[in-house]
């Protein structure tokens, strides 16, 4: 094994870091109708947890409502209710087998708490994206002790991981600064 491999299997690790982190952050309301929304919802149907999705379809009915097509008739009810149990603050309607989901206006206060959590969430993925730089390091290390490479390839396979490091926070960083604007827009 090289450094070369070792900085492609961290940065493959690093890259699926920042796409759980844009997956926690699409499910983070703005205001706007999004199926993402409600990715996380899980519904207690024949005595298991499952998503939302696999209960019915989700789709967008204007930009303020979302609309869930339930397929079983028999679930409506706790699909409702798993909806209403998400802390999204929404507040469903069934309407048949379909169930109307309203996106309220976000106040001011609720802003600042999605802001927040998508801190939160941006701080853990750092540090899963310093760990891995970490990882990496170690396992640099541990090629040179087994005298695999060279002194100089440790080097530069340190200041490879810094670099890499560098640039997946700054993606990161860019990312929330983003969501935080989306959020914060009235």
Do not use: C
């Not at 094994?1 to 499910?27: G, N, P, W, Y």
């Amino acid at each position: 094994m090289s450094v070369r491999d070792v900085a492609q299997k961290s940065e493959q690790k690093m890259k699926k870091t920042i796409e759980a982190f844009q997956h926690e952050l699409a499910s983070i309301r703005t205001g706007k109708a999004t199926t993402a929304l409600l990715d996380r919802v899980k519904v207690d149907a024949y005595g298991q947890q499952m998503p939302l999705k696999q209960v019915g379809n989700v789709g967008v009915l204007d930009v303020h409502t979302l609309m869930v097509q339930v397929w079983d008739k028999s679930m409506v009810s706790a699909t409702e209710k798993a909806i209403r149990d998400a802390n999204l603050g929404l507040n469903p309607s069934a309407d048949g087998q379909n169930i109307r989901v309203s996106i309220p206006p976000l106040t001011e206060e609720r802003r600042k708490e999605f802001v927040k959590l998508t801190k939160k969430f941006g701080e853990d993925s750092k540090v899963s994206l310093r760990n891995l730089r970490r990882d990496m390091i170690h396992e640099i290390e541990k090629l040179e002790k087994d005298k695999a490479i060279s002194e100089d390839d440790k080097n530069r396979g340190k200041k490879e991981a810094d670099e890499l490091l560098h640039k997946s926070e700054k993606q990161l960083t860019e990312i929330m600064t983003a969501k935080e604007k989306e959020i914060m827009d009235v």
